[in-house]
T-cell receptor
């Protein structure tokens, strides 16, 4: 069981470039999330998904897009990268059963936009 | 919208002593969960302890315990017998019991352990 995996671990982008951050989970979780963590701050929700084909915006969605074609994968797309998107990005997943369900986090992707 | 506030950007404690990290939150809901996460330099988010709002009893996990005051909307973390490995960023987080289980995080407290 690999849990939640993210690629790449690090990336430097130039302003205006695009990229996709990959996230995969092997726990058959319905719920998946993308958070960003700015230096010295807590995590903020970008987008989330409650199942394949269903996505919704979180607190800070501007400049990002997501898709969820399978239960396992939840890629995050950055179009026209800007310095304000320099951050650490975390993917997470959890079960959708009612009640307490632990949210499992990936190791994060450190993105720098110059 | 719910908010979570951690008013202590940094805390330090002597090894083997006890430290308490503060957290307050704002919500109009009555059913929710509260969490403390630890983030060491590796960046990995590690769940330390959780509390269900409908439970009056404070949660305890080995050296970690919480003081949950629902009316005051306060949720502090006590670390007893502090160890060097406890040094990390600590985040308080809120999750509604309804909906998509989204987490709302505080700004974090950096904990330093002095040998």
């Amino acid at each position: 069981n690999a849990g939640v995996t993210q690629t790449p671990k690090f990336r430097i982008l130039k302003i205006g470039q695009s990229m996709t951050l990959q996230c995969t989970q092997d726990m058959n979780h319905n719920y998946m999330y993308w958070y960003r963590q700015d230096p010295g701050m807590g995590l903020k929700l970008i987008y989330y998904s409650v199942g394949a084909g269903i996505t919704d915006k979180g607190e800070v969605p501007n400049g990002y897009n997501v898709s969820r074609s399978t239960t396992e994968d939840f890629p995050l797309r950055l179009e026209l990268a800007a310095p304000s998107q320099t951050s650490v990005y975390f993917c997470a997943s959890s079960y959708s059963v009612r009640g307490y369900n632990e949210q499992f986090f990936g190791p994060g992707t450190r993105l720098t936009v110059l | 919208a719910q908010t979570v506030t951690q008013s202590q950007p940094e805390m330090s404690v002597q090894e083997a002593e006890t430290v308490t990290l503060s957290c307050t939150y704002d919500t109009s809901e009555s059913d929710y969960y509260l969490f403390w996460y630890k983030q060491p330099p590796s960046r990995q988010m590690i769940l330390v302890i959780r509390q269900e709002a409908y439970k009056q009893q404070n949660a305890t996990e080995n050296r970690f315990s919480v003081n949950f005051q629902k009316a005051a909307k306060s949720f502090s973390l006590k670390i007893s017998d502090s160890q060097l490995g406890d040094a990390a960023m600590y985040f308080c987080a809120y999750r509604s019991a309804r909906g998509a289980q989204k987490l709302v995080f505080g700004q974090g407290t950096r904990l330093t352990i002095n040998p």
